[in-house]
C-alpha cells in the first residue's frame, strides 16, 4: 500500500466515526451531469501525402452519452473538520462510425477506449474518492483530483473529464492571498479508465517500457494586489521531465466605455533528471521538439513561452487580441500522456495549442452575449490564430486555426438549465494533417441534494 492509499484510508476510517456530526450530511451535495457527446473529425489529407509522417487517421467520428456523479459533503464541526468527496464517471457508446475497426476510414478512439481488436468500447467507466481535511481557513485534500492551475489543469474537451491522483492543500489565510501546494502520482485521461503514470509529448516507449514519472510537484499562489489586478507564480516539476516557472498577471480595467482586461503570462522551463542527460533521454525521457540533426541535446526540454492576450468588452460585445512566443529548442512542456491534454496557454484551442519549438501566434477573436438583445442564453465566439516559425525537421512552418462556437441554455421551463453547443473548427498546417471538425453537446445538470 503506498502512502497516499493509506493516508485515505485513515481519513475514511475516520469518517466513519465523524459522519454523524453536524455539517457532514447537512452541507452535502449531490449532482448528475448528463453529456451527449458527437464527436467528427476529419483529416484532409493523409501527411505521407505532404512528405511528412506516414500516419493517416482519416475520419474520425463517434457519438456517445455520459453520466457523470459528484457528491460532495460537508465537514464535521470542530476545530478540525473533516469530509469526502467521490465522482463516478460512464460512458455510453451510441455510435462509433463505421464498422468501428482501428485502420479503417473511420477510426474510434476520439471519445472512447479501443477493444483489444481495435474496435470502440461499448462503454466505460471510472471513478475516484477524495477524503479532506479542513483546519481555519486551510484545507487538505487526498485522492481523486481535478486541479486546474497554470501549471498543471485537467482535460474535459471530450465525452468523460480527465482525472488525476494525489494530493493538495489550499490555504487562504490570508486575506486576498491563495497559496497552494500538491503532488499528482498519476492520471486516467479523457478517454480511458486506466490509470497511467505522467508524462509529456516525446516521451517514447523503449524496450517495451514507457518513460513516465509518478511524481509532479507543484506549488505557488494568487495575490490580489488590488480589487482588479492579481498576480500569479506557480512552479511545477515532472520528476526525470522538466522544471517549470509561471509568472502571471491580469488587470481588469473598467473604461469610460465599456471595459479592458489584460492577461500577461510567462513560462520558463528546463530539463529534469532524465531528461537533462543523453543516457536518459535514450531510455525514452524525452520532450518533442526541433534541435539541429545528430546534436546530442535532441529531446531535452528547452523552453521559454510568454503571451499577452487583450479583452476590449461592450454591451455583449468582446474583442480580444493576442500574441504567444514560443522560445527554445523545444516545445512547450506539460502533462500529456497522448489522450488529450490541456496547457494553460492562450493559444490551446479546439484542434490546436500552437505550442511547438520557435512557434510565433496572433490571435483574434469575437464574442456576443445575445441576452443583450434580448436572447438570453445565446452566446457566439469565433476564433483566428495565425502562426509561423515552427521549427520542424529543419525547416520553418505554419498553421493555422479557424473556430466558432455557439451555445444556447435554456433559461425557464420544466427543462430550465438544459444547454446545446455546436462547435466547429478548421485547422490548416505545414507541421500536422489538415483538419476539420465538429462537436455537437447536449447538456444537463440534475441537482440531487
Known amino acids: 500500500m503506498n502512502k497516499s492509499t493509506l493516508a485515505l484510508a485513515i481519513s475514511l476510517t475516520t469518517l466513519s466515526y465523524q459522519a454523524s456530526a453536524a455539517g457532514f450530511i447537512e452541507d452535502s451535495t449531490a449532482t448528475l451531469s448528463l453529456r451527449n457527446f458527437y464527436f467528427s473529425n476529419d483529416n484532409r489529407e493523409s501527411q505521407d501525402e505532404v512528405g511528412r509522417n506516414a500516419a493517416r487517421n482519416g475520419q474520425q467520428e463517434e457519438w456517445g452519452q455520459a453520466f457523470q456523479l459528484n457528491y460532495s459533503s460537508g465537514f464535521t464541526q470542530g476545530t478540525v473538520g473533516f469530509g469526502l468527496d467521490a465522482i463516478a464517471l460512464v460512458g455510453v457508446q451510441l455510435d462509433s462510425g463505421g464498422n468501428g475497426k482501428a485502420g479503417s476510414d473511420r ?18 467507466a471510472k471513478g475516484g474518492v ?11 485534500r487526498l485522492g481523486t483530483l481535478q486541479p486546474k492551475l497554470p501549471v498543471v489543469t485537467f482535460n474535459d474537451g471530450r465525452l468523460l473529464p480527465q482525472t488525476f491522483q494525489g494530493g493538495q492543500i ?42 513516465d514519472s509518478n511524481a509532479f510537484y507543484f506549488a505557488g499562489g494568487d495575490y ?33 466605455v465599456g471595459a479592458l482586461k489584460s492577461d500577461l503570462r510567462y513560462f520558463s522551463s528546463a530539463a529534469d533528471g532524465k531528461n537533462a542527460s543523453a543516457a536518459g533521454r535514450a531510455e525514452g525521457y524525452r520532450s518533442s521538439g526541433f534541435w539541429k540533426a545528430g546534436d546530442s541535446h535532441t529531446g531535452e526540454v528547452d523552453n521559454r513561452t510568454w503571451s499577452a492576450l487583450f479583452t ?58 445575445f441576452a443583450s438583445a434580448g436572447l438570453p442564453g445565446l452566446k457566439a465566439t469565433v476564433t483566428y490564430l495565425n502562426s509561423d516559425n515552427i521549427q520542424n525537421a529543419g525547416a520553418d512552418q505554419q498553421e493555422w486555426e479557424r473556430d466558432f462556437r455557439l451555445d444556447y441554455t435554456l433559461q425557464q421551463g420544466a427543462l430550465k438549465g438544459l444547454g446545446f453547443s455546436w462547435r466547429n473548427a478548421s485547422l490548416r498546417s505545414e507541421a500536422t494533417s489538415d483538419t476539420d471538425q465538429n462537436r455537437l453537446i447536449v447538456s444537463y445538470s440534475l441537482p440531487l441534494l
Open 312 to 369: 476590449y468588452s461592450l454591451s455583449g460585445h468582446a474583442l480580444s487580441a493576442g500574441y504567444q512566443q514560443v522560445s527554445g529548442d523545444s516545445a512547450f512542456p506539460f502533462l500529456n500522456q497522448g489522450d488529450g491534454a490541456t496547457a494553460y496557454l492562450i493559444t490551446d484551442r479546439q484542434i490546436s495549442n500552437f505550442a511547438r519549438a520557435g512557434q510565433r501566434t496572433w490571435l483574434a477573436e469575437y464574442g456576443y452575449d
Open 224 to 256: 490580489k494586489l488590488t480589487k482588479d489586478l492579481t498576480a500569479q507564480y506557480y512552479y511545477g516539476n515532472l520528476d526525470d521531465f522538466y522544471k517549470q516557472h509561471f509568472l502571471g498577471l491580469t488587470h481588469n480595467w473598467a473604461l469610460p
Open 170 to 211: 489550499t490555504s487562504n489565510e490570508i486575506d486576498g492571498l491563495t497559496l497552494i501546494a500538491g503532488q499528482l502520482e498519476s492520471t486516467k485521461t479523457r478517454s480511458s479508465s486506466d490509470d497511467i503514470g505522467l508524462r509529456i509529448a516525446g516521451a517514447t516507449l523503449v524496450n517495451g517500457q514507457q518513460a
Open 130 to 140: 477524495t477524503g479532506k481535511v479542513r483546519l481555519s481557513k486551510t484545507e487538505a
Open 107 to 124: 477510426t474510434p478512439g476520439a471519445l472512447f477506449p479501443r477493444d483489444s481488436d481495435g474496435s470502440a468500447v461499448d462503454n466505460y
